[in-house]
């Protein structure tokens, strides 16, 4: 089955630090990669996405994303973390429907905590 | 411009009860998807609504159903409600293009639905 994975439940890094936030993918054919993060109660905002071309990708409030097809991971990272990044981080694959679309099958998610 | 949006915002039923949501897409997109995320889980597509037509289905039962308006507006409904039910639904919505892996989804903030 086509699917990711995000292998740390949680990620802790200190205000001001680099954070990288793990994904791996199986996808057989090209992979579609999509980025969302979720605050308590609210619904998830898209980050960022990679369809083709440059394997870094850069997307909203400063978080980019490095596709790496050898090690077949998509990380996200931010170059300076900041306490209002701590969020519930979800990568996702885009599958292209019957009769087109797509729809957005997820990993199970990082809490993303950045402490003072 | 408005997002998503999604009504009601918490919901709470009896099992064996029916109960509609609604989600109004962002200005422009035509096509919206639903997802259930249970909790600490990363959600699970439902279905796709294109053309006020189902599109494509999840891995869920008819009780599950739904419907789209001509103003791409859309209801989510659940018959006969059981406990495992309990989620939060969320509302995506996209504009259909001739690339489907591209697409990007757009969430509204969800409805939380408890069923005692």
């Known amino acids: 089955a086509q699917s990711v994975a995000q292998p740390e439940d949680q990620v802790n890094v200190a205000e001001g630090n680099p954070l990288t936030v793990k994904c791996t993918y199986s996808v057989s054919g090209n992979p579609y990669l999509f980025w969302y993060v979720q605050y308590p109660n609210r619904g998830l905002q898209f980050l960022l996405k990679?369809?083709?071309?440059?394997?870094l990708v850069k997307g909203s409030y400063g978080f980019e994303a490095e596709f790496n097809k050898s090690q077949t991971s998509f990380h996200l990272k931010k170059p300076s973390a900041l306490v209002s990044d701590s969020a519930l981080y979800f990568c996702a694959v885009s599958f292209i429907l019957t009769g087109g679309g797509n729809k957005l099958t997820f990993g199970t998610g990082t809490q993303l905590k950045v402490e003072l | 411009d408005a997002g998503v949006t999604q009504s009601p915002t918490h919901l709470i039923k009896t099992r064996g009860q029916q109960v509609t949501l609604r989600c109004s897409p962002k200005s422009g997109h035509d096509t919206v998807s639903w997802y259930q995320q249970a909790l600490g889980q990363g959600p699970q597509f439902i279905f796709q609504y294109y053309e006020e037509e189902e599109r494509q289905r999840g891995n869920f039962p008819d009780r599950f159903s739904g419907h789209q308006f001509p103003n791409y507006s859309s209801e989510l409904n659940v018959n006969a409600l059981l406990l495992g039910d309990s989620a939060l639904y969320l509302c995506a919505s996209s504009l259909r293009t001739s690339v489907p892996y591209q697409e990007t989804q757009y969430f509204g903030p969800g409805t939380r639905l408890l069923v005692l």
């Open positions: 990679y369809i083709t071309g440059d394997n």
